[in-house]
Every structure is written in C-alpha cells, then in structure tokens.
C-alpha cells in the first residue's frame, strides 16, 4: 500500500493568518495518464469529510479561493492563505493513484 | 445533491458478523459509479474498505478480503457490507461514500454518509 503521511500532525492558527499542512507520498502519485491522484479532504466536527482539492490543485465547487493545493510527486501541500473560524477540523490528504486508496493521518487545525 | 444514510447494529460480538446497509436516496445506485465503504476507528485515520459496482462487481482492500463481503441490491437503491470474525481493532464509525467514477482505477469519494459508530465488545 502506499504510506502518505501528513505533518504537522496539530495546528493552532490565528484568523486570518496563513496555515499549510505537507503531505507526504512513499511512491509517485503521478498517473500514467499525465495527472496526479492526490486530494484534500475536510472533516469538520461531527460530520463526515468533505473533498476540497482534486489532483493536487484544483478546488471543487464551492470551496473558498483562500484554499490551494500545490505539489507534484510526493510532496504536496494544503494552503490556507487567511484563516477563519469555519475552517476547525481535521485535514485529510488521499491517494488514488493505486488500490487501495489511502488517506494520511489526519492534520488537526484549531483556531485561535 | 444526494443522501446517504448507513444503519445497522451499534454493537456486535467479537467472533460475530458486522452487517450495515447503506440507503441511498436523490441518486440512482444503479447509474454507472461505484459505491464504496470507509472506516475510521477511534481517534485514528480513515480506511478505505471496499466497493461495489452496480453490475455487482466488488473490490475488498486486501487487508480485509478474507472477510468482507460487500453487495448491492438495485431494486432498494441500497448496498451492504458484512465483515465476519471481527474484533475490537474493527471497532470504527463506517461510513458509506460514492464514488463518482465507472472504475476504480482512479477516483475520490464525492459523496458521504453521516457514519455509525459500530462497536465490537461482549
């Protein structure tokens, strides 16, 4: 299986400050397709993950531009240009480039 | 936007067989995505079980394969999951999410359920 690890593994940030979060891969997430299967997930207090990043840098719909994703291989990295209050919860980087897909162990954000 | 909603027991015996189905509702489980399961015990991060395709077509993480079975049941618009011989390591929320793709090869999971907390303890 491919290990993604995830560092830090806590952060306390002050609003509107910025915040990054790395996310480690053991093999290349880069596809024979040209494209790299490496997404960012949210999981908010009492609710399930929800997708913010696909392919390293692309925001799905709806997800605020102060969030980017960045990186290439197996080194990537999560963005938060200015904190806010509604962005407490555990950060998640997956993989799916190969079965089964694998998540890191989480970055735990709190804000200040 | 659509819905959808696990359920089964919240406690199950070590040695005995964890069932959950997935309800889905405002999505048709027989268009042409996958659906898939995830746990997350306790305090840990999230494991990617396994998934079933309309056709019935399944994949198990090879961790669990021995004893997942993973099926889907059109005329419901639901998909289930039984897990045999667990013990307390099984104990997790599971939560049931789609998969937004025809294959596996690549993809993400789009949609989830809230989860349900399945503890394994006598």
């Known amino acids: 299986d491919i290990v993604v690890t995830q560092t830090p593994l806590s952060l306390s940030v002050t609003p509107g400050q910025p915040a990054s979060i790395s996310c480690t891969s053991s093999?290349?997430?880069?596809?024979?397709?040209?494209?790299?299967?490496l997404y960012w997930y949210v999981q908010k207090p009492g609710q399930p993950p929800q997708a913010l990043i696909h392919?390293?840098?692309n925001r799905f719909s709806g997800v605020p531009d102060r969030f980017s994703g960045s990186g290439s291989g197996t080194d990537f990295t999560l963005k938060i240009s200015r904190a806010e209050a509604e962005d407490v919860g555990v950060y998640y980087c997956?993989?799916?480039?190969?079965?089964?897909?694998?998540f890191g162990q989480g970055t735990k954000v709190e804000i200040k | 936007q659509g819905h959808l909603q696990e359920s089964g027991p919240g406690l199950v015996k070590p040695s005995e067989t964890l069932s959950l189905t997935c309800s889905v509702s405002?999505?048709?489980?027989?268009?042409?995505?996958?659906w898939g399961w995830i746990r997350q015990p306790p305090g840990r991060g999230l494991e990617f079980i396994g998934a079933?395709?309309?056709?019935?077509?399944?994949y198990y993480n090879p961790s669990l394969t021995t004893r997942l079975s993973i099926s889907i049941h059109t005329s419901n618009n639901q998909f289930s999951l039984k897990l045999s011989s667990v013990t307390a390591a099984d104990t997790a929320v599971y939560y049931c999410?789609?998969?937004?793709?025809?294959?596996?090869?690549?993809?993400?999971?789009?949609?989830w359920g809230h989860g349900t907390l399945v503890t394994v303890s006598s």
């Open positions: 392919e390293v840098s």
């Open positions: 999410a789609r998969v937004p793709m025809s294959f596996l090869s690549v993809g993400w999971f789009d949609t």
């Open positions: 093999q290349s997430l880069l596809h024979n397709d040209g494209k790299t299967y």
């Open positions: 079933v395709y309309p056709t019935g077509s399944t």
């Open positions: 405002s999505y048709s489980i027989s268009s042409n995505f996958y």
């Open positions: 997956m993989q799916s480039v190969q079965l089964p897909w694998t």
